[in-house]
């Protein structure tokens, strides 16, 4: 038996990407931070459209995907979130050699939070690693890590909306502000529900709190917004925002989440 692991990597500085992926995002959110200007109303989603993942929003996502796109036939692999500053996304897994054919399995995905991005581009990163994914599990050989039979699922994808890359180019991508504040340990947090339903968490940096207090305001498509302090280390990995960004979650969890923190009014 011989076994080792593989590993595909979303990653990439191919400078002709950058035309129709990044850049088109980043000025959308150059777009909102000029809305008090009102250049911004064509923005289609002016507020919190960059974000950080969890591996909820990644089982998630998954799922949708696997029944929308691969009639579920996908394995579930294991998740987990890093902070890869070169690797988006991964698919790694084990080959083991039998008598008649060689079999994969033990199937990782990684997606690395290095990057604030767009809940879009999230989703295009982790549908590339699922074609990787759909034909490793399917024992098709490719003509290449990205061949003929890779480009031909990801040209379907792409007519239905997605931006997938062969390779993403992350020239220009933020990081996500991670600061020494981390070791404090208190964190203020800016609970948020929008007016279609979606609920959002923020780690925010005090200094910018009064300033993101009268944009919240303002922004019509917010319909409430909280704001606490906690001492939960779940918030220990999110960028400190200065800016209205946050992690999307599910209903229970912003309940959850949110029945635990102490509640500050300004
Ligand atoms: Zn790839």
Do not use: C
Not at 173 to 195: N, P
Request: net charge positive; glycine share 6%; hydrophobic share 40%.
């Amino acid at each position: 038996m011989n076994s080792r692991t593989l590993a595909f990597n979303n990653m990439g500085l191919d400078p002709k990407n950058s035309a129709n992926g990044p850049l088109r995002v980043w000025s959308f959110m150059l777009t909102f931070a000029f809305r008090n200007n009102s250049i911004g109303a064509f923005a289609p989603s002016p507020i919190l459209l960059s974000m950080q993942i969890d591996i909820l929003w990644l089982r998630k996502w998954f799922d949708t995907f696997n029944q929308q796109y691969f009639d579920g036939g996908l394995p579930t692999p294991r998740f987990h979130i890093g902070h890869s500053r070169t690797q988006l996304g991964t698919l790694s897994y084990k080959r083991k050699r039998g008598l008649m054919r060689t079999s994969l399995y033990d199937f990782a995905l990684g997606m690395s939070n290095y990057y604030d991005q767009s809940e879009h581009q999230f989703q295009s990163v982790l549908l590339h690693e699922m074609i990787h994914l759909s034909i490793a599990a399917s024992g098709l050989t490719d003509t290449a890590p990205h061949g003929v039979v890779f480009r031909g699922m990801m040209s379907r994808l792409n007519r239905e909306g997605w931006h997938i890359h062969v390779t993403t180019s992350t020239r220009g991508m933020q990081k996500a502000f991670t600061g020494s504040e981390r070791v404090i340990g208190q964190y203020l947090v800016l609970a948020i529900e929008l007016a279609d339903g979606r609920h959002f968490l923020s780690s925010v940096s005090p200094r910018h709190a009064r300033a993101l207090n009268e944009r919240v305001r303002q922004a019509s498509e917010v319909r409430q917004a909280a704001w606490y302090t906690t001492t939960d280390p779940w918030f220990a990995d999110m960028p400190k925002v200065r800016s209205l960004r946050g992690r999307r979650v599910s209903a229970e969890v912003f309940a959850n989440k949110t029945a635990r923190m102490k509640p500050i009014a300004f």
